[in-house]
Each structure stands twice: as structure tokens, then as C-alpha cells.
């Protein structure tokens, strides 16, 4: 019996209406910071799933960006912090990680916006089931999309990896959301994009999987119960939990 749905969020609840590399860009620009792929974020993004903010997967990107001296009084760059890097070294173009962090956050937070209709799929689905959030990064950034949205309390219950001991696609964080919504993870269904961090780990963690199929993106994969097209997640996905919850009765 199914008695729990638990979302992911970017990509599957939520989009920003400009490309994440656009995003980043524009942010790198702002601060005056050296340019930064998406590749490279999301390399050393992988590596920060459990962090309270964005500073040191920043602070890591600019770490190799090193120049020993120091401006000539001491004082502040002109973008703002010290410009050092986690180890206390000065960047060699003075920008701070926090600095380059906020920039990020508040863009994408301008880019954020709702799938249509998932806020009222929301509130439906919450009338037969226990409904959560588990998303990976770090605690700030991913509570702020929330804030942006104004969907702090849209969920039962909602975690970000950032606060737990591990992020997707450890099972220890679909543990973690199953056990603030009361339910076991058989019980549960899990609705997310990511091959790896939503397929793979919620199957691997005994969940049901609902794959979100991007234009572009991955090809459905077989170890998910179902899959639904990403600009049909609202009207679909009632329908394949109420399947999934009779077939398992």
C-alpha cells in the first residue's frame, strides 16, 4: 500500500526560465569572478551534498586561482569579503566565495519558477497520502528556492541534503524522508529526474520510482516504475501513484 509521495525538486517540481549555465554566467560576471563551466560546478557540486551553502563548493572553484599578495592596505575587495579561499589565500581576482555563492542564489532564485499546476497536484495528492520534498545541496540555497516559491509549508515534510548525514543517491537520505513522513520506503513512492541521484537511489533504497523525462535528457530507465513527461508531471502523476498503490495492494 502506498502511503507516501515524496518529490524531488529542481527539474521536477520547479524550473528556471533561463539554462543553469546562463545562470551561472551571469553570476560569474557579476562578481568579477574568473569563468566558471557548468561542468565544473557540478563536479565539485557533487561533492558538497551535505553543506550548509554554496561558499565551498565556490571556495574549491577558486582555489586553484591563487596569488600570494595581498591588496596593498589590507582592506576588502571591491566585490565584497576578503576574496580568500577556504584556506585563507588570496584569489588572484579578489573575489570571495560568499560573494560568488549569493550572486548564484539570488539568480536563480529571479529564474525560479513553479511547473504548472504541481502546486495544485500538491494539494490533491496531500488529501490521499503523506506528500515530502527530499532535494539535493546545500541547506541555504535549496531552502531559499523553497522561499522563493512560497512553498514552506506545501509539504508534509521537506529535507534537504544538506542537513542530513548524506545526500542522494545514499539510501541514508531516502531513509531520512521516509522516517520524518512515518512511513517505510516500500510505502513510498519518489517522483524525480536524475537517473543517478533519484532512480538509482530511491530504488536502491526500496521506493518506487517515478522517472520525470526531460526534453534532451535521459532515456527512460527500466528501474523505474513509471515514467512521465516532464510538462505532464501535475496532470499525470495522480493517476500513476493511484496504478502503483492498486498494483501493490
Known amino acids: 500500500m502506498i502511503r507516501a509521495v515524496v518529490f524531488d525538486l529542481d527539474y ?10 546562463t545562470i551561472l554566467r551571469e553570476a560569474v560576471d557579476a562578481t568579477g569572478a574568473p569563468e566558471i563551466t557548468r561542468e565544473e560546478y557540478l563536479e ?47 584569489n588572484e581576482v579578489g573575489v570571495a566565495p ?19 499546476g504541481v502546486e495544485a497536484m500538491i494539494a490533491d495528492l496531500s488529501g490521499e497520502y503523506r506528500v515530502g520534498l527530499l532535494t539535493n545541496g546545500p541547506v541555504r540555497a535549496q531552502r531559499d528556492k523553497l522561499e522563493t516559491l512560497g512553498w514552506e509549508d506545501a509539504f508534509d515534510a521537506a529535507l534537504v541534503t544538506g542537513e542530513l548525514e548524506a545526500g542522494k543517491p545514499d539510501p541514508r537520505a531516502f531513509e531520512a524522508i521516509a522516517a520524518e513522513l512515518d512511513v517505510a520506503p ?7 529526474d536524475d537517473v543517478e541521484a533519484d532512480v538509482y537511489g530511491a530504488t536502491n533504497a526500496g521506493m518506487a520510482v517515478v522517472q520525470v523525462l526531460l526534453e534532451d535528457g535521459p532515456d527512460p530507465d527500466p528501474r523505474a516504475a513509471a515514467h512521465v513527461d516532464q510538462k505532464e508531471v501535475a496532470t499525470a502523476i495522480p493517476e500513476v501513484v493511484a ?7
Do not use: M, W
Open 12 to 21: 521536477t517540481l520547479a524550473v528556471p526560465t533561463r539554462d543553469r549555465e
Open 98 to 116: 560568499e560573494r560568488l555563492a549569493a550572486a548564484y542564489r539570488e539568480t536563480i532564485a529571479d529564474a525560479l519558477e513553479p511547473l504548472p
Open 44 to 90: 565539485v557540486h557533487g561533492q558538497h551534498l551535505t553543506r550548509e551553502s554554496r561558499e565551498p563548493i565556490f571556495a574549491d572553484l577558486l582555489e586553484g586561482r591563487v596569488d600570494g599578495d595581498e591588496d596593498e592596505d589590507g582592506d576588502e575587495d571591491e566585490n565584497g569579503g576578503d576574496g580568500r579561499d577556504k584556506d585563507g589565500n588570496q
Open 243 to 249: 496504478n502503483l498503490d492498486t498494483n501493490r495492494s
Open 186 to 192: 516500500g510505502e513510498t513512492v519518489y517522483v524525480g
